[in-house]
């Protein structure tokens, strides 16, 4: 076992320091360079919203398995919106703001939504027609996730899961770009 000493430790932190700071570089040029285009490995619109796949997705600070994992996602179905590609692997955003790359596989096309809400205390209406005056077939919480079955374009999702089945504002979901046609 090799000894702990000052010099080796400094340099294992170096190799880190590098390591992330290469990071950081690469996902800023390929960022810069996919803004608002296809994806360069998949072909598909960068940035898009996709849902994860598995229960269980590790997310790395880097574009290999080889990399740390930074966070670990246990919720299938959750919205991500992906922000760059390498070769197999996607760069993505949840909706808290943490970014960092996941296989391309853990992830699916199907489009979820998460609601979001102004407090934690704050229920968000699901209507039976794309109108605030018509009735409220469900109420839900910050953090509900529902399949997005269809948007408008002009202001209002169809969305469904467990117990509610209905029309909600698309500001009040996280998931979907402002007036984003999905069909």
């Not at 320091?17 to 285009?37: D, I, T, Y």
């Amino acid at each position: 076992m090799r000894p702990i000493t000052p010099n080796w430790l400094f340099a294992s932190r170096m190799r880190h320091a590098n390591r992330a700071l290469f990071v950081m570089v690469f996902a800023a040029a390929v960022g810069a360079a996919q803004a608002q285009s296809a994806g360069s490995a998949s072909g598909l619109p960068v940035p898009r919203f996709v849902s994860l796949k598995a229960d269980k997705v590790n997310m790395h600070i880097g574009p290999a398995k080889t990399y740390e994992t930074k966070w670990v996602y246990q919720r299938a179905g959750l919205p991500v919106e992906i922000t760059a590609e390498f070769e197999n692997w996607r760069r993505i955003r949840d909706a808290d703001g943490t970014e960092g790359w996941v296989y391309h596989s853990l992830l699916s096309g199907r489009r979820t939504g998460v609601v979001i809400a102004k407090s934690a205390e704050e229920l968000v209406a699901v209507h039976v027609r794309p109108d605030v005056e018509s009735a409220v077939v469900a109420r839900l919480e910050r953090g509900v996730v529902g399949t997005v079955k269809r948007c408008s374009g002009e202001g209002w999702c169809t969305i469904s899961g467990r117990g509610f089945d209905g029309y909600i504002q698309q500001i009040r979901m996280w998931g979907v770009y402002p007036n984003e046609k999905v069909d």
